[in-house]
């Protein structure tokens, strides 16, 4: 199947501080991608879909200045965290789409984020 | 509001006999349904889909069925083996509507007992 690479795997970083993670599609090219967030126990909760060449589209509720999104190449992605607090600490992850319509998302493998 | 749901955190099952997930939906606009499994740190894996013009898909030991009229589908692994212990998630989405974007249920942990 498709693959998607995410980095960083984890990363932990101080309170105050930026963090970027990279989604990329390794084996084809990804017109769509999407952010996901993932508290424990609890499901992945869409953040945003970016479109190449285009501004992403966030969900209610999530800030669009605190987690930036650039899709700037059909298989490159990525999601900057600004000033993250104790509270952004979750599992990230990243999902791409080859088309629109329907067909499956291929998934990173997520990131950890934890901010002390 | 979660829109997709499933109702069981957990099931456990012995090893070779059928493992059940259920999930329900109340969007009457989703047309596509996929079942991922996830392990722990990982991001989910795409396991078998059905468009709403089916009610049966079958891959290998994995089928899912979807019942329209109840709004439910149901993922059947047969026979089931260790390495199916993970978390499985149901996902939907409108995509003939072009909102292409997944939602997802809460996930049941499949544990299968040798």
């Known amino acids: 199947g498709a693959v998607v690479s995410q980095h960083p795997s984890w990363v932990i970083c101080k309170s105050g501080t930026s963090v970027k993670i990279e989604c990329r599609s390794l084996?084809?090219?990804?017109?769509?991608m999407f952010w996901y967030r993932q508290f424990p126990k609890q499901s992945l909760m869409l953040m945003a879909t970016?479109?190449?060449?285009?501004?992403?589209?966030?969900e209610q509720g999530v800030e669009k200045d605190k987690f930036l999104i650039n899709h700037a190449s059909l298989t490159l992605s990525t999601l900057t965290v600004t000033s993250a607090h104790p509270e952004d600490s979750s599992f990230y992850i990243c999902?791409?789409?080859?088309?629109?319509?329907?067909?499956?998302?291929?998934f990173g493998q997520g990131t950890r984020l934890t901010v002390v | 509001d979660q829109q997709v749901k499933q109702n069981s955190p957990s099931l456990s099952v012995q090893e070779g006999r059928i493992s059940i997930l259920n999930c329900d939906y109340t969007?009457?606009?989703?047309?596509?349904f996929l079942w991922y499994k996830k392990y722990p740190a990982e991001g989910p894996t795409f396991l078998i889909s059905?468009?709403?013009?089916?009610d049966k898909n079958e891959d290998g030991r994995f089928t899912v069925f979807l019942n329209k009229s109840a709004k439910h589908l149901s993922l059947h692994i047969v026979p089931s083996q260790p390495g199916d212990s993970a978390v499985y998630f149901c996902?939907?989405?409108?995509?003939?509507?072009?909102?292409?974007?997944?939602?997802f249920g809460t996930g049941t942990r499949l544990t299968v007992i040798p």
């Open positions: 999902s791409a789409r080859a088309s629109t319509g329907n067909t499956e998302a291929f």
């Open positions: 084996d084809f090219q990804a017109t769509t």
């Open positions: 970016s479109n190449e060449g285009s501004k992403a589209t966030y």
């Open positions: 969007n009457s606009m989703f047309d596509y």
């Open positions: 059905i468009s709403s013009i089916k």
């Open positions: 996902a939907a989405s409108a995509g003939r509507t072009g909102a292409n974007n997944l939602f």
